[in-house]
C-alpha cells in the first residue's frame, strides 16, 4: 500500500516524499479514506502510531478544494491538551502542506494573547488550539466559527483527564451543528463515549493500538521487594544495567517527587513531571530528559499521557497502577520499531491484587524475578494459575469473563500495528523528524 492509492492530491503526495514517508502507517491507511469521504471518525490511538498525520493529511485536501477563510473564520479547529502538542501538530500541517496555499496557527495559553489575536484577524484554514485560551479568544471575539467545516479533538481521554470536559462543551456549542467531527483517544472510556455521542455523527470507528493487550516487543517481569527497599532497588538496577534513559512510572505525584530526590542521593539524575507543576516545569523537565542529561524521567500516569516523548529501551514501574489498562498504557512506552523494549515492575506485597488485575488483563502471569540483596520479608503471595483462561480463587466459574484479547499473545495479530512510526522516521532520516 502506498500513500498514492489513497486519494491525496499530488502536492500533498510531493510533500510526504520531500518527508521520507515511503508507505502510509495503518492508522492512516484507515482514516485518510474515511476523512476524504466526509465521515466523522472515532479512532483509538496512541502517540507514534502516526495520527497526527492520519487526520492532518485529508483535512489539507478538503481545503485546498475550498474557499479561503473570511475575516476572523476558522475552517478547521484542532484541539489539543497542551501546548507542545499544539505547537508539534502546526509543526506537521506546515511539513505536510508545504505546497499549499493554505493559512495555519496555533493559540494556547501561558503567552501573550495580542500577537495571537493578530494573526487569527485575517482568518485561518487550521487553527490548533488549547482549550482554554481558544476560549479566551472566542470570548474577546478574535475568533469565529461560523464558516467551520471540521472539528478534531485530539487526545480526548487526556483532555477529559486534565478536566477540559466543560470548556470542551462550551467550543462545541459555539460550533455550526453542520461539520465534519474526528475524535481521537488512546481509550475509549465510557466518559469519552458519553462525549462522543453529543459530538460525532454514525462515526467511522478505527482502532490502532488492540486495547488490552501488550506489545510482543516487549520483555517484561516483576521484581518482588518490599515497599521500603524500592528507592534503593530502583537505583541499584539503574546502575547495574547502565540505564541511561528510563521512564519510571509513579502512581501518585508525591510519590514521584519524593523519589527524584532519593534517586538523586544515590548520584543518579532524576526529573518528574505531573499534573502539580506548571506548563513550564513540565516542559523544561521533558526538555532535560531528552537531552539525554537526565536519566531517569519519573512520570504519573496522566502526565505521561500525551508527553511526546520517542519511545524507550527502559520503563519501570515504581508501583503498579491501579487501573490495570494504564499498565498497558505504560510499557506501550517501550519496545522500538524492531527492537526489544524491557518494562519491570517493582511489585510489593500489598500490590497483589494489581498484579491480579495486570495478568487477568494482558492474559499471562508476569515473570518474576528475585534480586540479590532485596529479597522481600513480606512475600508477595502467588499469582492466580491459569490467568487468562479461568479464575481460580472464586467460586463461581460460570460469571468470568474471558479478557477480549487473551488469545492475542498466539500470533495472529498483526505486528505491523504495534510499529512506531517516528522512530522508523527517525532512523532513516535523522535530521528531519520534525518533532524532537
Ligand atoms: P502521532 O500523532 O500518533 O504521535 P505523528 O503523525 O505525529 O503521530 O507521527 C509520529 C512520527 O512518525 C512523526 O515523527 C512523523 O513524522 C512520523 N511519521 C508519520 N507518518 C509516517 C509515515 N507514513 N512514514 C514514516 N514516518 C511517519
Ligand atoms: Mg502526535
Same mark, same amino acid.
Given at each position: 500500500m502506498s500513500f498514492d492509492s489513497l486519494g491525496l492530491s499530488a502536492d500533498i503526495l510531493k510533500a510526504l516524499n520531500k518527508k521520507g514517508y515511503s508507505k502510509p502507517s495503518p492508522i492512516q491507511e484507515q482514516a485518510i479514506p474515511a476523512v476524504l469521504k466526509r465521515r466523522d471518525m472515532m479512532a483509538a490511538a496512541q502517540t507514534g502510531t502516526g495520527k497526527t498525520a492520519g487526520f492532518t493529511l485529508p483535512i489539507l485536501d478538503i481545503l485546498s478544494k475550498g474557499k479561503p477563510p473570511a475575516t476572523k473564520q476558522v475552517r478547521t479547529l484542532i484541539i489539543t491538551p497542551t501546548r507542545e502538542l499544539a505547537a508539534q501538530i502546526l509543526d506537521s500541517v506546515e511539513t505536510y502542506g508545504k505546497y499549499l496555499p493554505l493559512t495555519a496557527t496555533v493559540v494556547f495559553g501561558g503567552v501573550k494573547i495580542n500577537p495571537q489575536i493578530k494573526r487569527l484577524q485575517k482568518g485561518v484554514d487550521i487553527l490548533v488550539a488549547t482549550p482554554g485560551r481558544l476560549l479566551d479568544l472566542h470570548h474577546q471575539g478574535?475568533?469565529?466559527?461560523?464558516?467551520?467545516e471540521i472539528l478534531v479533538l485530539d487526545e480526548a481521554d487526556r483532555m477529559l483527564d486534565m478536566g477540559f470536559i466543560h470548556d470542551i462543551r462550551k467550543i462545541l456549542s459555539y460550533l455550526p451543528s453542520k461539520r465534519q467531527n474526528l475524535l481521537f483517544s488512546a481509550t475509549f472510556s465510557n466518559d469519552i463515549r458519553k462525549l462522543a455521542k453529543t459530538m460525532v455523527n454514525d462515526p467511522v470507528e478505527i482502532s490502532v $493500538? &488492540?486495547? %488490552?493487550t501488550t506489545a510482543d516487543t516487549v520483555k517484561q517481569w516483576i521484581v518482588p521487594v518490599d515497599k521500603k527497599q524500592k528507592p534503593e532497588l530502583l537505583a541499584a538496577l539503574t546502575h547495574k544495567h547502565k540505564w541511561e534513559q528510563v521512564l519510571v512510572f509513579s502512581r501518585t505525584k508525591h510519590g514521584a517527587d519524593r523519589l527524584v530526590k532519593q534517586l538523586d542521593k544515590n548520584q543518579i539524575t532524576a526529573v518528574a513531571i505531573h499534573g502539580n507543576k506548571s506548563q513550564n516545569a513540565r516542559t523544561r523537565a521533558l526538555a532535560l530528559f531528552k537531552k539525554s542529561g537526565v536519566r531517569v524521567l519519573v512520570a504519573t500516569d496522566i502526565a505521561a499521557r +500525551?508527553?511526546?516523548? *520517542?519511545?524507550?529501551?527502559q520503563v519501570v514501574n515504581f508501583d503498579l497502577p491501579n487501573v490495570p489498562e494504564d499498565y498497558v498504557h505504560r510499557i506501550g512506552r517501550t519496545g522500538r520499531a524492531g527492537e526489544v523494549g524491557q518494562a519491570v515492575s517493582l511489585v510489593s506485597a500489598d500490590e497483589i491484587k494489581q498484579l491480579r488485575d495486570i495478568e487477568r488483563l494482558i492474559g499471562r502471569p508476569l515473570e518474576r524475578r528475585l534480586e540479590d540483596g532485596f529479597e522481600p520479608d513480606h512475600d508477595l503471595p502467588a499469582s492466580n494459575s491459569n490467568v487468562g483462561v479461568k !479464575? /481460580?480463587? !472464586? &467460586?463461581? /466459574? +460460570? +460469571?468470568y469473563k474471558k &479478557? @477480549? %484479547? @487473551?488469545? %492475542? *499473545? +498466539?500470533? %495472529?495479530? !498483526? &505486528? @505491523? $500495528? !504495534? $510499529?512506531n512510526y517516528r522512530n522508523r522516521n527517525k532512523n532513516k532520516k535523522p535530521s528531519s523528524s520534525g518533532n524532537n
Open positions: 478574535a475568533v469565529r466559527f461560523d464558516d467551520l $493500538t &488492540p486495547r %488490552n +500525551g508527553i511526546d516523548i *520517542n519511545q524507550l529501551p !479464575k /481460580s480463587n !472464586k &467460586p463461581n /466459574s +460460570g +460469571g &479478557p @477480549s %484479547n @487473551s488469545n %492475542n *499473545n +498466539g500470533g %495472529n495479530r !498483526k &505486528p @505491523s $500495528t !504495534k $510499529t
